[in-house]
């Protein structure tokens, strides 16, 4: 079949001259040389984003208004700049020549996006943006398609095909005298073409023939139309071959509602012409009666990994018979597990069907296409910076006094919010400045990929010089490749000595102007604002000489830094726009979740109505809470935000399987077996006590022999952290939690990630359990599950009961019969049974996550509220290698 459509055929399909149509393509810089060469999807698209943008600007000065206001400045000057060096000051002239905009991102307020709109003056045009908007539109449904189960679709196609039945009545009636007409010679016909068919795509001859234009026109834009509905993702490896499928649909837009449900079955991919044709029983008309087809071979798109019950849906089988299949080929499996590629791959040809590897990005890609053609013109952003440095040398300060100092107060009495950013505006420009200092926040949204500081801040106070935090923050810096510029703080104690932090960070190779390198320094005070105006300054400055660009209008896209589930508002989050701008009403993909925007916040708890490039809001209205660090990309409808975001889920899901099946001590060890010399387990480990991190330790490090080393990664007190876990990742570490549990932040990474956690209370288990697994032992291994965590938010003394805790499940199940730990902070304080475990004065065997309950601990009255009680189980597994 082929796969390419003329230049021809495109004017057709949008309707519009083909001088025309060669004119714009020429416009948008596309030489063509005659109306018969071919158009390829990228040039499509290309033409298309020409128009878009040619007609927001010369037909839409209405949009002025509706874009965010803008101000752009042009201007060289010499602007001295002071520089400290220790406590002399030098001066430098600095040539500085700018270009900026400042943009008002509160007066954006408009809610037509010139790029989307189809009331453009010119008719043609808009014709044309159109109809390639609707093929585009029809690669993506056809992609999402891919995805989706065939029941669905066909029932979405039957009621879409009856609404557009309804309004293209009367071209319908044409169609069908036309088709029925031609009924008879493809009767005829049919058994003469097929071997022509065979060859390649093929225009069906009655209906090119015999139409006269006009209504040939209709045929192609009612089938092209239709095409959607009837044609699956095959077509989407380029839009091309839609218009082909167009033609080769036009006259069959009759088909009775079982037959089109039943062509867009399996993968929606259209039959090959014969099969279809004798389905169709030779006769093209709605009464025509259908005879047995064939067996059907499906192609079903397989991905890394599929669950036995998603590849029976997309076989069109029962569970059942596709676990019966692989009982007979010798594998066991359930219906809901997940089996790879290759086996998958082997029951689907064992059924008689076929397989092929599915693209595992179709809808991203489609999301890429989706978003690259709104790339206008870029103009300046504003810098995002992130402070950074070593504990107590005062970033919390720092981001205090500028956001206290700084940020213009909204209405609401001047209160500022924690949205985790915020953004003032100084003389130089706007700053935004991410508000989680820390270096785990840093790396973490690093490991994801995202690249969100322009700037590093270092703060180094000026009475303690470098410490270790200090060059560990310089060498995140310089790997994500951010400048640095360092504010000395604390300048106003008597013992600060900013010459020793230059000579320290000399060390670092983070060499100041003044040293003649290239790193700003700035003496500051957070506590009395001493030196901040200059800092800002700086910061402009640095921004200026990075020449930091963005798109400024069209759809937004970013990154998300913060996230929660607030209890009136539901899934709240902080995004940082990156590109475009972000609008109330918008669909937005964020990470695994979409939605629509209910509501924009900023930091002073106003509500704009948009955020531009570098600004950070609040984002009300998503389906759930977004991870920090996931990237948000607005689109056009919900359906695709929710396909893409439902694709990443099970995406996720199934590399984080793939993940923890690789991950496991066991299965790390036997991975380094294969290879040779003596192998490395590496631990994390945290314990609730000084004593038990030490004996752990050395009795673990112990175990190593000539075969195994046991390397303990990091080891301390405390509750499993956001940065033990990120460090596990890293170096692929078993994690020991001993009597201490992961925060909710670690559990995200742990869980995304596969790290292999495992929860110890008993010195002797770890020891054993480790010793097993490094001798290559197999055998029986105790595990302890913990299914269910309640929190104490209230205590009742009752001289029957003893303290009754007043508790609300927050995860899994409370079941009366299993054992229990407290919790405080993260950390074990006792362990036994439950006494009584009760709703609404009745006792109950189970007590579920989202409900209330009292909790009555057997031999323990020293419960508090906000203590954590954790219902866990013992099960007995098989060591698997
Ligand atoms: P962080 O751990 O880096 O966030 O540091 P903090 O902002 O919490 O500051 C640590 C301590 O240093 C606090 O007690 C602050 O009050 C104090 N501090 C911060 N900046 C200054 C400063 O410029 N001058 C003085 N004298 N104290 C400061």
């Not at 071997?195 to 090119?208: E, N, Y």
């Not at 938010?793 to 054992?819: H, I, L, Q, T």
Request: net charge neutral.
């Amino acid at each position: 079949m082929s796969q390419q459509t003329t230049i021809r055929k495109l004017a057709e399909l949008v309707n519009t001259p083909v001088e025309k149509l060669l004119e714009q393509l020429a416009e948008a810089g596309m030489k063509f040389s005659g109306p018969d060469q071919v158009v390829t999807s990228t040039e499509k698209m290309k033409l298309l984003g020409f128009l878009r943008r040619t007609h927001g600007k010369t037909e839409k000065p209405a949009d002025e208004t509706a874009a965010p206001k803008k101000i752009t400045l042009n201007r060289r000057k010499v602007q001295e700049v002071t520089v400290a060096a220790g406590r002399s000051k030098t001066t430098v002239n600095v040539e500085v020549r700018q270009k900026r905009t400042y943009v008002k991102p509160n007066e954006a307020d408009a809610p037509v996006v010139a790029t989307t709109s189809h009331t453009e003056t010119d008719p043609e045009r808009a014709e044309i943006l159109r109809k390639l908007e609707e093929s585009k539109q029809r690669n993506l449904q056809e992609q999402q398609r891919l995805a989706e189960g065939d029941r669905r679709r066909a029932e979405e196609l039957e009621r879409k095909r009856k609404e557009e039945e309804a309004a293209r009545a009367a071209a319908e009636a044409i169609a069908r005298a036309e088709a029925e007409a031609n009924a008879a010679n493809a009767g005829e016909a049919s058994g003469e073409e097929r071997p022509a068919r065979a060859g390649g795509h093929h225009v069906p001859k009655q209906v090119v023939r015999k139409d006269p234009p006009r209504v040939d026109d209709r045929n192609g834009a009612a089938a092209a139309a239709n095409k959607h509905k009837t044609r699956g993702s095959h077509a989407m490896v380029s839009g091309i071959e839609d218009d082909d499928a167009a033609s080769r649909f036009a006259g069959q837009l009759h088909l009775s509602a079982a037959e089109r449900a039943r062509r867009t079955t399996s993968r929606g991919k259209p039959k090959p012409r014969r099969q279809m044709e004798q389905s169709r029983g030779g006769g093209g008309g709605a009464h025509g009666f259908e005879r047995p087809t064939a067996p059907v071979v499906r192609e079903v798109a397989i991905g890394e990994t599929i669950t036995v019950a998603d590849l029976a849906q997309k076989l069109a089988l029962k569970g059942g018979d596709v676990v019966k299949a692989m009982f007979k080929m010798g594998v066991m499996a359930t219906i809901t597990q997940t089996i790879d590629h290759d086996t998958a791959a082997l029951v689907t040809e064992e059924l008689g069907h076929k397989a092929i590897r599915a693209e595992s990005n179709d809808a991203e890609s489609e999301l890429l296409a989706h978003t690259e053609e709104h790339q206008g013109d870029k103009v300046s952003r504003p810098p995002v910076v992130t402070i950074m440095g070593h504990v107590d040398h005062g970033k919390t300060s720092l981001l205090d006094y500028i956001r206290r100092t700084k940020v213009a107060t909204g209405e609401a009495g001047g209160i500022t919010q924690h949205i985790g950013a915020y953004h003032v505006e100084t003389p130089k420009g706007v700053i935004s400045f991410l508000d989680t200092p820390g270096h785990a926040a840093f790396t973490a949204m690093r490991a994801r990929g995202a690249k969100l500081t322009d700037i590093v801040v270092l703060v180094v106070a000026a009475d303690d010089g470098v410490m270790p935090q200090t060059k560990e923050a310089i060498q995140h810096a310089k790997a994500a490749k951010v400048p640095l510029i360092v504010a000395v703080n604390k300048i106003d104690k008597s013992d600060a000595d900013p010459m020793r932090v230059k000579n320290e960070l000399l060390a670092e190779e983070v060499v100041a102007e003044d040293f003649g390198g290239d790193t700003q320094m700035v003496e500051i005070s957070a506590k009395t604002g001493q030196g901040i105006d200059e800092l800002l300054d700086a910061i402009s400055l640095q921004a200026e000489v990075l020449e930091l660009k963005a798109v400024q209008d069209g759809r937004a896209s970013g990154v998300v830094i913060e996230s929660s589930l607030d209890k009136g508002r539901g899934p709240v989050a902080t995004v940082l726009v990156q590109q475009g701008t972000l609008k109330k009403g918008d669909y937005l993909v964020c990470g695994i979740q979409y939605g629509r925007v209910r509501a924009l916040f900023d930091e002073t708890g106003g509500q704009p109505a948009s955020a531009g490039p570098s600004i950070p809001v609040q984002v009300l209205g998503l389906s759930g809470v977004p991870d920090a660090g996931d990237d948000f990309v607005v689109v056009e409808d919900e359906r695709l935000a929710k396909d893409v975001a439902q694709q990443r889920d099970a995406k996720r899901r199934e590399s984080r399987l793939v993940k923890q099946a690789g991950n496991r001590m066991e299965d790390i060890l036997a991975q380094m077996g294969q290879g040779e010399g003596q192998q490395v387990l590496n631990l994390v480990i945290k314990a609730d006590v000084q004593g038990s991190v030490e004996a752990l330790k050395q009795s673990l490090v112990g175990l190593s022999n000539e075969l195994i080393r046991i390397n303990v990664i990091t080891a301390g007190v405390g509750g499993i952290t956001e940065s033990d876990a990120n460090a596990a990742v890293t170096a692929k570490a078993t994690v020991i939690g001993f009597n201490v549990r992961a925060d909710a932040s670690a559990r995200r990474i742990i869980e995304a990630n596969g790290v292999d956690l495992r929860y110890f209370s008993i010195i002797y288990d770890v020891i054993d359990q480790v010793k097993q697994v490094a001798s290559g032992l197999l055998g029986k291994e105790i595990r302890e599950e913990i299914i269910g965590t309640a929190e104490v938010r209230d205590v009742f003394r009752s001289s029957k009961f003893g303290a009754v805790a007043g508790c609300m499940v927050v995860e899994g199940v409370v079941k009366r019969n299993k054992p229990i730990r407290v919790l405080r902070d993260s950390t074990v304080i006792f362990e036994g049974e439950l006494e009584s475990l009760r709703r609404f004065k009745e006792n109950v065997e189970e007590v579920r996550n989202g409900t209330e309950c009292g909790i009555g601990v057997k031999a323990y009255n020293d419960i508090k509220p906000g203590d954590q009680i954790e219902c866990f189980e013992r099960i007995e597994v098989a060591r698997t290698l």
